[in-house]
């Protein structure tokens, strides 16, 4: 089982989320009529990732920071997608105290058409 992102291996995230957003335009008619043009589809990821430590978080950051399309892939017993150009969002983490600080956070992949 592997999440990657760009070169780094993500743990597996507490939740997996995956959406189909549409570029489209709808259009309705002066009888009522609706009709609607899809121009592209691409896909959202959302990850949610809890108790995370800060080299691992680091890590990641260094994915975010770059600020470039990343590649995005996951291999697992029954889910796999294949290399998927994202944008990378990064939601505002929540910290554990303890002997380091953990995060909770999510990531938002949106895939670049």
């Known amino acids: 089982m592997s999440y990657i992102l760009g070169a780094t291996t993500l743990p597996t995230p507490k ?15 002066l009888e009522g009529r609706t009709t609607k043009d899809i121009f592209k589809r691409k896909e959202k990821f959302t990850l ?6 800060p080299a691992v978080v ?3 950051l260094s994915e975010y920071n770059a600020e470039t399309t ?3 892939q996951v291999t697992e017993t029954n889910l796999t997608i294949a290399a998927t150009p994202v944008h990378i969002g990064f939601s505002p983490r929540d910290y554990m105290k303890g002997n380091e600080y953990r995060s909770d956070f999510t990531l938002t992949l949106t895939e670049v058409i």
């Open 48 to 53: 949610k990732f809890q108790h995370i430590t």
């Open 15 to 29: 939740e997996f989320f995956r959406e189909f957003i549409e570029v489209s335009s709808e259009n309705v008619s």
């Open 58 to 60: 680091a890590s990641i």
């Open 70 to 72: 990343k590649d995005f």
